[in-house]
């Protein structure tokens, strides 16, 4: 699913999140892929706020820093969008064409979209296997035309050239398809866990069920270690992922930051527990077979754990990288110890323009 723009054969995926911006590029080798170039440059606090671009200049240079640092001479770039202005819905339709769709979907969408028809960027795709009696599934997705605009500003900005516009979650469910075997019988949910944003994306015999945006994430947890502690947000951000303390926090009693972590753990997970609870409650699939946690956030120390305690649900934390070939010019060391948090760079990197 994606929202094009112009015709190149590769891009390269570029992640604006709200505390770092990730950029991978990947070549095709044999049947698999090789990543080429990897980068992350971080963002100031509240250069994005709920979707919202505050500081579009530091955006700007954070996107040149990350594609700098990587090497990337590429400028063609897939990005992707997320938040309370997206909405992903599969709908049910009567069974036609693909041009019939095309010249009714506004007037359809216009039934399932709150915002104004003419305030948004819409897509569509028809889910395969879904023609039953007379009638389809189709997975319509629309994105407020303001929000693209931000994002093709400062991509341009910065150089480059947004040849694709996605959405975050299927960005993410791309680098799993790309790096696990999947099972038509299972039902796995994706859980992308940003600094403010948790993407949720559950898929069914490999096509997206139930997808939905949470407004929270990884910074919860830094602004409650930081009010706890009076520490500053690097050293809460160290202290979040199980860091050691750094000298500015050579008191710091590890019990503050564990109950800190607890009351915002309860809190992520309850929001995510409950929308996992709407897709069982309202759908006839399977019961979910297993969660992949991927995105910064996923990153929290014990947060695995707890969610498989909270949902008694499998869990585990999505490796981007696990079947990708890594160029030797690439510190795979470092680049390991980040790659939940490359999730989505990884499947925008993996798209291509041509793509369905």
Same mark, same amino acid.
């Given at each position: ?236 951000? @160290? #202290? ?6 750094? /000298? *500015? $926090?050579?008191?710091? !009693? ?5 109950? +800190? ?61 696990? @079947? #990708? ?6 510190? /795979? *060391? $470092?680049?390991?110890? !980040? ?5 989505? +760079? ?11």
């Amino acid at each position: 699913m994606k929202f094009s723009f112009g015709k190149s054969k590769s891009v390269v995926g570029l992640d604006i999140g709200s505390a770092s911006v990730k950029v991978v590029e990947c070549s095709q080798r044999g049947k698999g892929h090789e990543i080429l170039h990897a980068g992350i440059a971080p963002l100031p606090p509240e250069a994005i706020v709920q979707g919202a671009f505050l500081n579009s200049g530091a955006i700007v240079e954070s996107i040149q820093e990350a594609v700098e640092s990587a090497g990337i001479k590429t400028t063609n770039v897939a990005t992707a969008v997320a938040g309370h202005s997206v909405i992903v819905k599969k709908i049910s339709l009567p069974s036609m064409t693909r041009d019939e769709l095309e010249e009714s979907i506004r007037w359809e969408a216009e039934q399932y979209i709150p915002f104004d028809i003419n305030e948004v960027n819409l897509d569509f795709e028809i889910l395969e296997g879904a023609d039953v009696d007379g009638q389809m599934d189709v997975l319509l997705v629309a994105a407020k035309k303001d929000l693209i605009d931000d994002y093709v500003s400062v991509i341009t900005e910065a150089g480059l050239h947004p040849s694709v516009i996605d959405v975050a979650a299927f960005a993410a469910s791309n680098a799993y398809e790309a790096n696990y075997d999947t099972n038509d019988e299972d039902v796995t949910a994706l859980v992308n866990i940003g600094s403010q944003v948790v993407n949720i994306n559950v898929l069914a015999q490999g096509i997206p069920s139930f997808t939905r945006d949470i407004s929270t994430g990884g910074n919860v947890y830094t602004e409650e270690i930081q009010k706890a502690l009076s520490v500053s947000w690097e050293e809460a951000e @160290r #202290l979040k992922i199980g860091g050691d303390p750094g /000298e *500015e $926090s050579q008191e710091v !009693v590890p019990q503050e930051v564990e109950d +800190a972590m607890r009351g915002v753990t309860d809190t992520v997970l309850g929001e995510i527990s409950r929308s996992l609870d709407f897709f069982a409650a309202t759908s006839a699939e399977s019961r979910i077979s297993k969660v992949y946690l991927s995105g910064g956030g996923s990153m929290v120390s014990g947060l695995d754990a707890a969610f498989q305690g909270k949902t008694n649900l499998p869990v585990e934390r999505l490796d981007p990288l696990a @079947r #990708l070939n890594l160029s030797s010019k690439l510190d /795979e *060391e $470092s680049l390991r110890e !980040v790659a939940p948090a490359l999730a989505v +760079a990884v499947g925008l990197s993996l798209r291509k323009v041509e793509d369905e």
